[in-house]
């Protein structure tokens, strides 16, 4: 069994930083892909960040020169990394992850469980 884990939200005021992090465990063979989304109040979901198999990374339009995404590749751990946040930040993030799992050498996309941030004053 792959499991992720999401950790680091919470409520912020505007300007304010957090950092999430998303932890896969289980029997991993290979992690292939990995990004962040965030779903707000009736709104679909929307990628914010993901780095590919080319090792770059993207960002929407709306996080670019706020928001960093790196990779701890020992611990199985992505983070992102939120500075300046404002209100329209407000969301659940979840991380995603493209994983080979060893039992079944199948490759599918594993989710997080989702964490709330809420950028208010």
């Known amino acids: 069994q792959v499991q992720l884990v999401e950790s680091g939200g919470g409520l912020v005021q505007p300007g304010g930083s957090l950092r999430l992090s998303c932890a896969a465990s289980?029997?991993?063979?290979?992690?292939?892909?990995l990004a962040w989304y965030r779903q707000a109040p009736g709104k679909q979901r929307e990628l914010v960040a993901a780095?590919?198999?080319?090792?770059?990374?993207d960002y929407a339009d709306s996080v670019k020169g706020r928001f960093t995404m790196s990779i701890d590749n020992a611990k199985n751990t992505i983070y992102l990394q939120m500075n300046n946040l404002k209100p329209e930040d407000t969301a659940v993030y979840y991380c995603?992850?493209?994983?080979?799992?060893?039992?079944?050498?199948?490759?599918?996309?594993?989710w997080g469980q989702g964490t709330q941030v809420t950028v208010s004053s």
């Open positions: 995603k992850m493209q994983i080979i799992s060893r039992t079944t050498m199948a490759l599918r996309d594993y």
């Open positions: 780095i590919g198999i080319g090792g770059t990374t």
């Open positions: 289980g029997s991993i063979f290979r992690i292939t892909g």
